[in-house]
């Protein structure tokens, strides 16, 4: 394949786009929600190890001196962390359901990887072409149809083979 046939069939890397479809927002938000509700999964554990040394030490464990200090306020603090963790856990917990019967729903195996791929793992264009044997032309149609439906529900999909009856 030659440069010129290289480059026609790649795509640069898009920035900003105006898209009418309501599920793609939440579908690209997953990850991220994944990662705050591990930042705070670390930041707890963190506290509650914290407030056992400092448990020990106040208790007279080994090397801990014995000498008392104030332990109320790691003691709210801890629990505004686990009710702030309880809180992001629920939320993620609903909104990963809702994109997981969103994926679900997809009846096309093409769609739904496409989608996956590209709203929900942010898999670059020109990787998704490569992947899916896809062409730019096709690719544009791909995503054309799916940001410009109201949702994933209306998405008019046209499938690369069909059979004959």
């Known amino acids: 394949m030659s440069e010129q046939e ?18 793609i927002v939440l579908l690209s938000q997953i990850l991220y929600m994944v990662q705050d509700v591990t930042m705070t999964e ?4 963190w506290m509650q190890d914290r407030l056992f040394a400092m448990s020990q030490h106040i208790t007279g464990m080994p090397g801990g001196g014995g000498q008392p200090t104030g332990l109320e306020e790691p ?11 309880a809180k992001e856990c629920r939320e993620f917990l609903r909104d990963v359901s809702r ?13 739904r990887t496409f989608v996956m791929m590209r709203y929900v793992f ?9 992947r899916l044997n896809m062409k730019r032309r096709r690719f544009e149609q791909a995503c054309k149809a799916i940001e410009q439906a109201p949702d994933m529900e209306h998405v ?5 083979f069909a059979l004959k009856d």
């Open 156 to 160: 008019i999909w046209h499938e690369r």
């Open 75 to 85: 003691i709210a603090a801890i629990g505004e962390l686990e009710e702030k963790y």
């Open 99 to 111: 994109a997981e019967s969103i994926l679900n729903h997809i009846q096309s195996r093409s769609m």
């Open 42 to 45: 670390q930041k707890r554990q």
């Open 122 to 130: 942010g898999v670059g264009n020109n990787e998704i072409m490569k």
């Open 6 to 23: 290289k480059e026609k069939n790649t795509l640069p890397e898009e920035g900003t786009r105006t898209i009418r479809n309501r599920d």
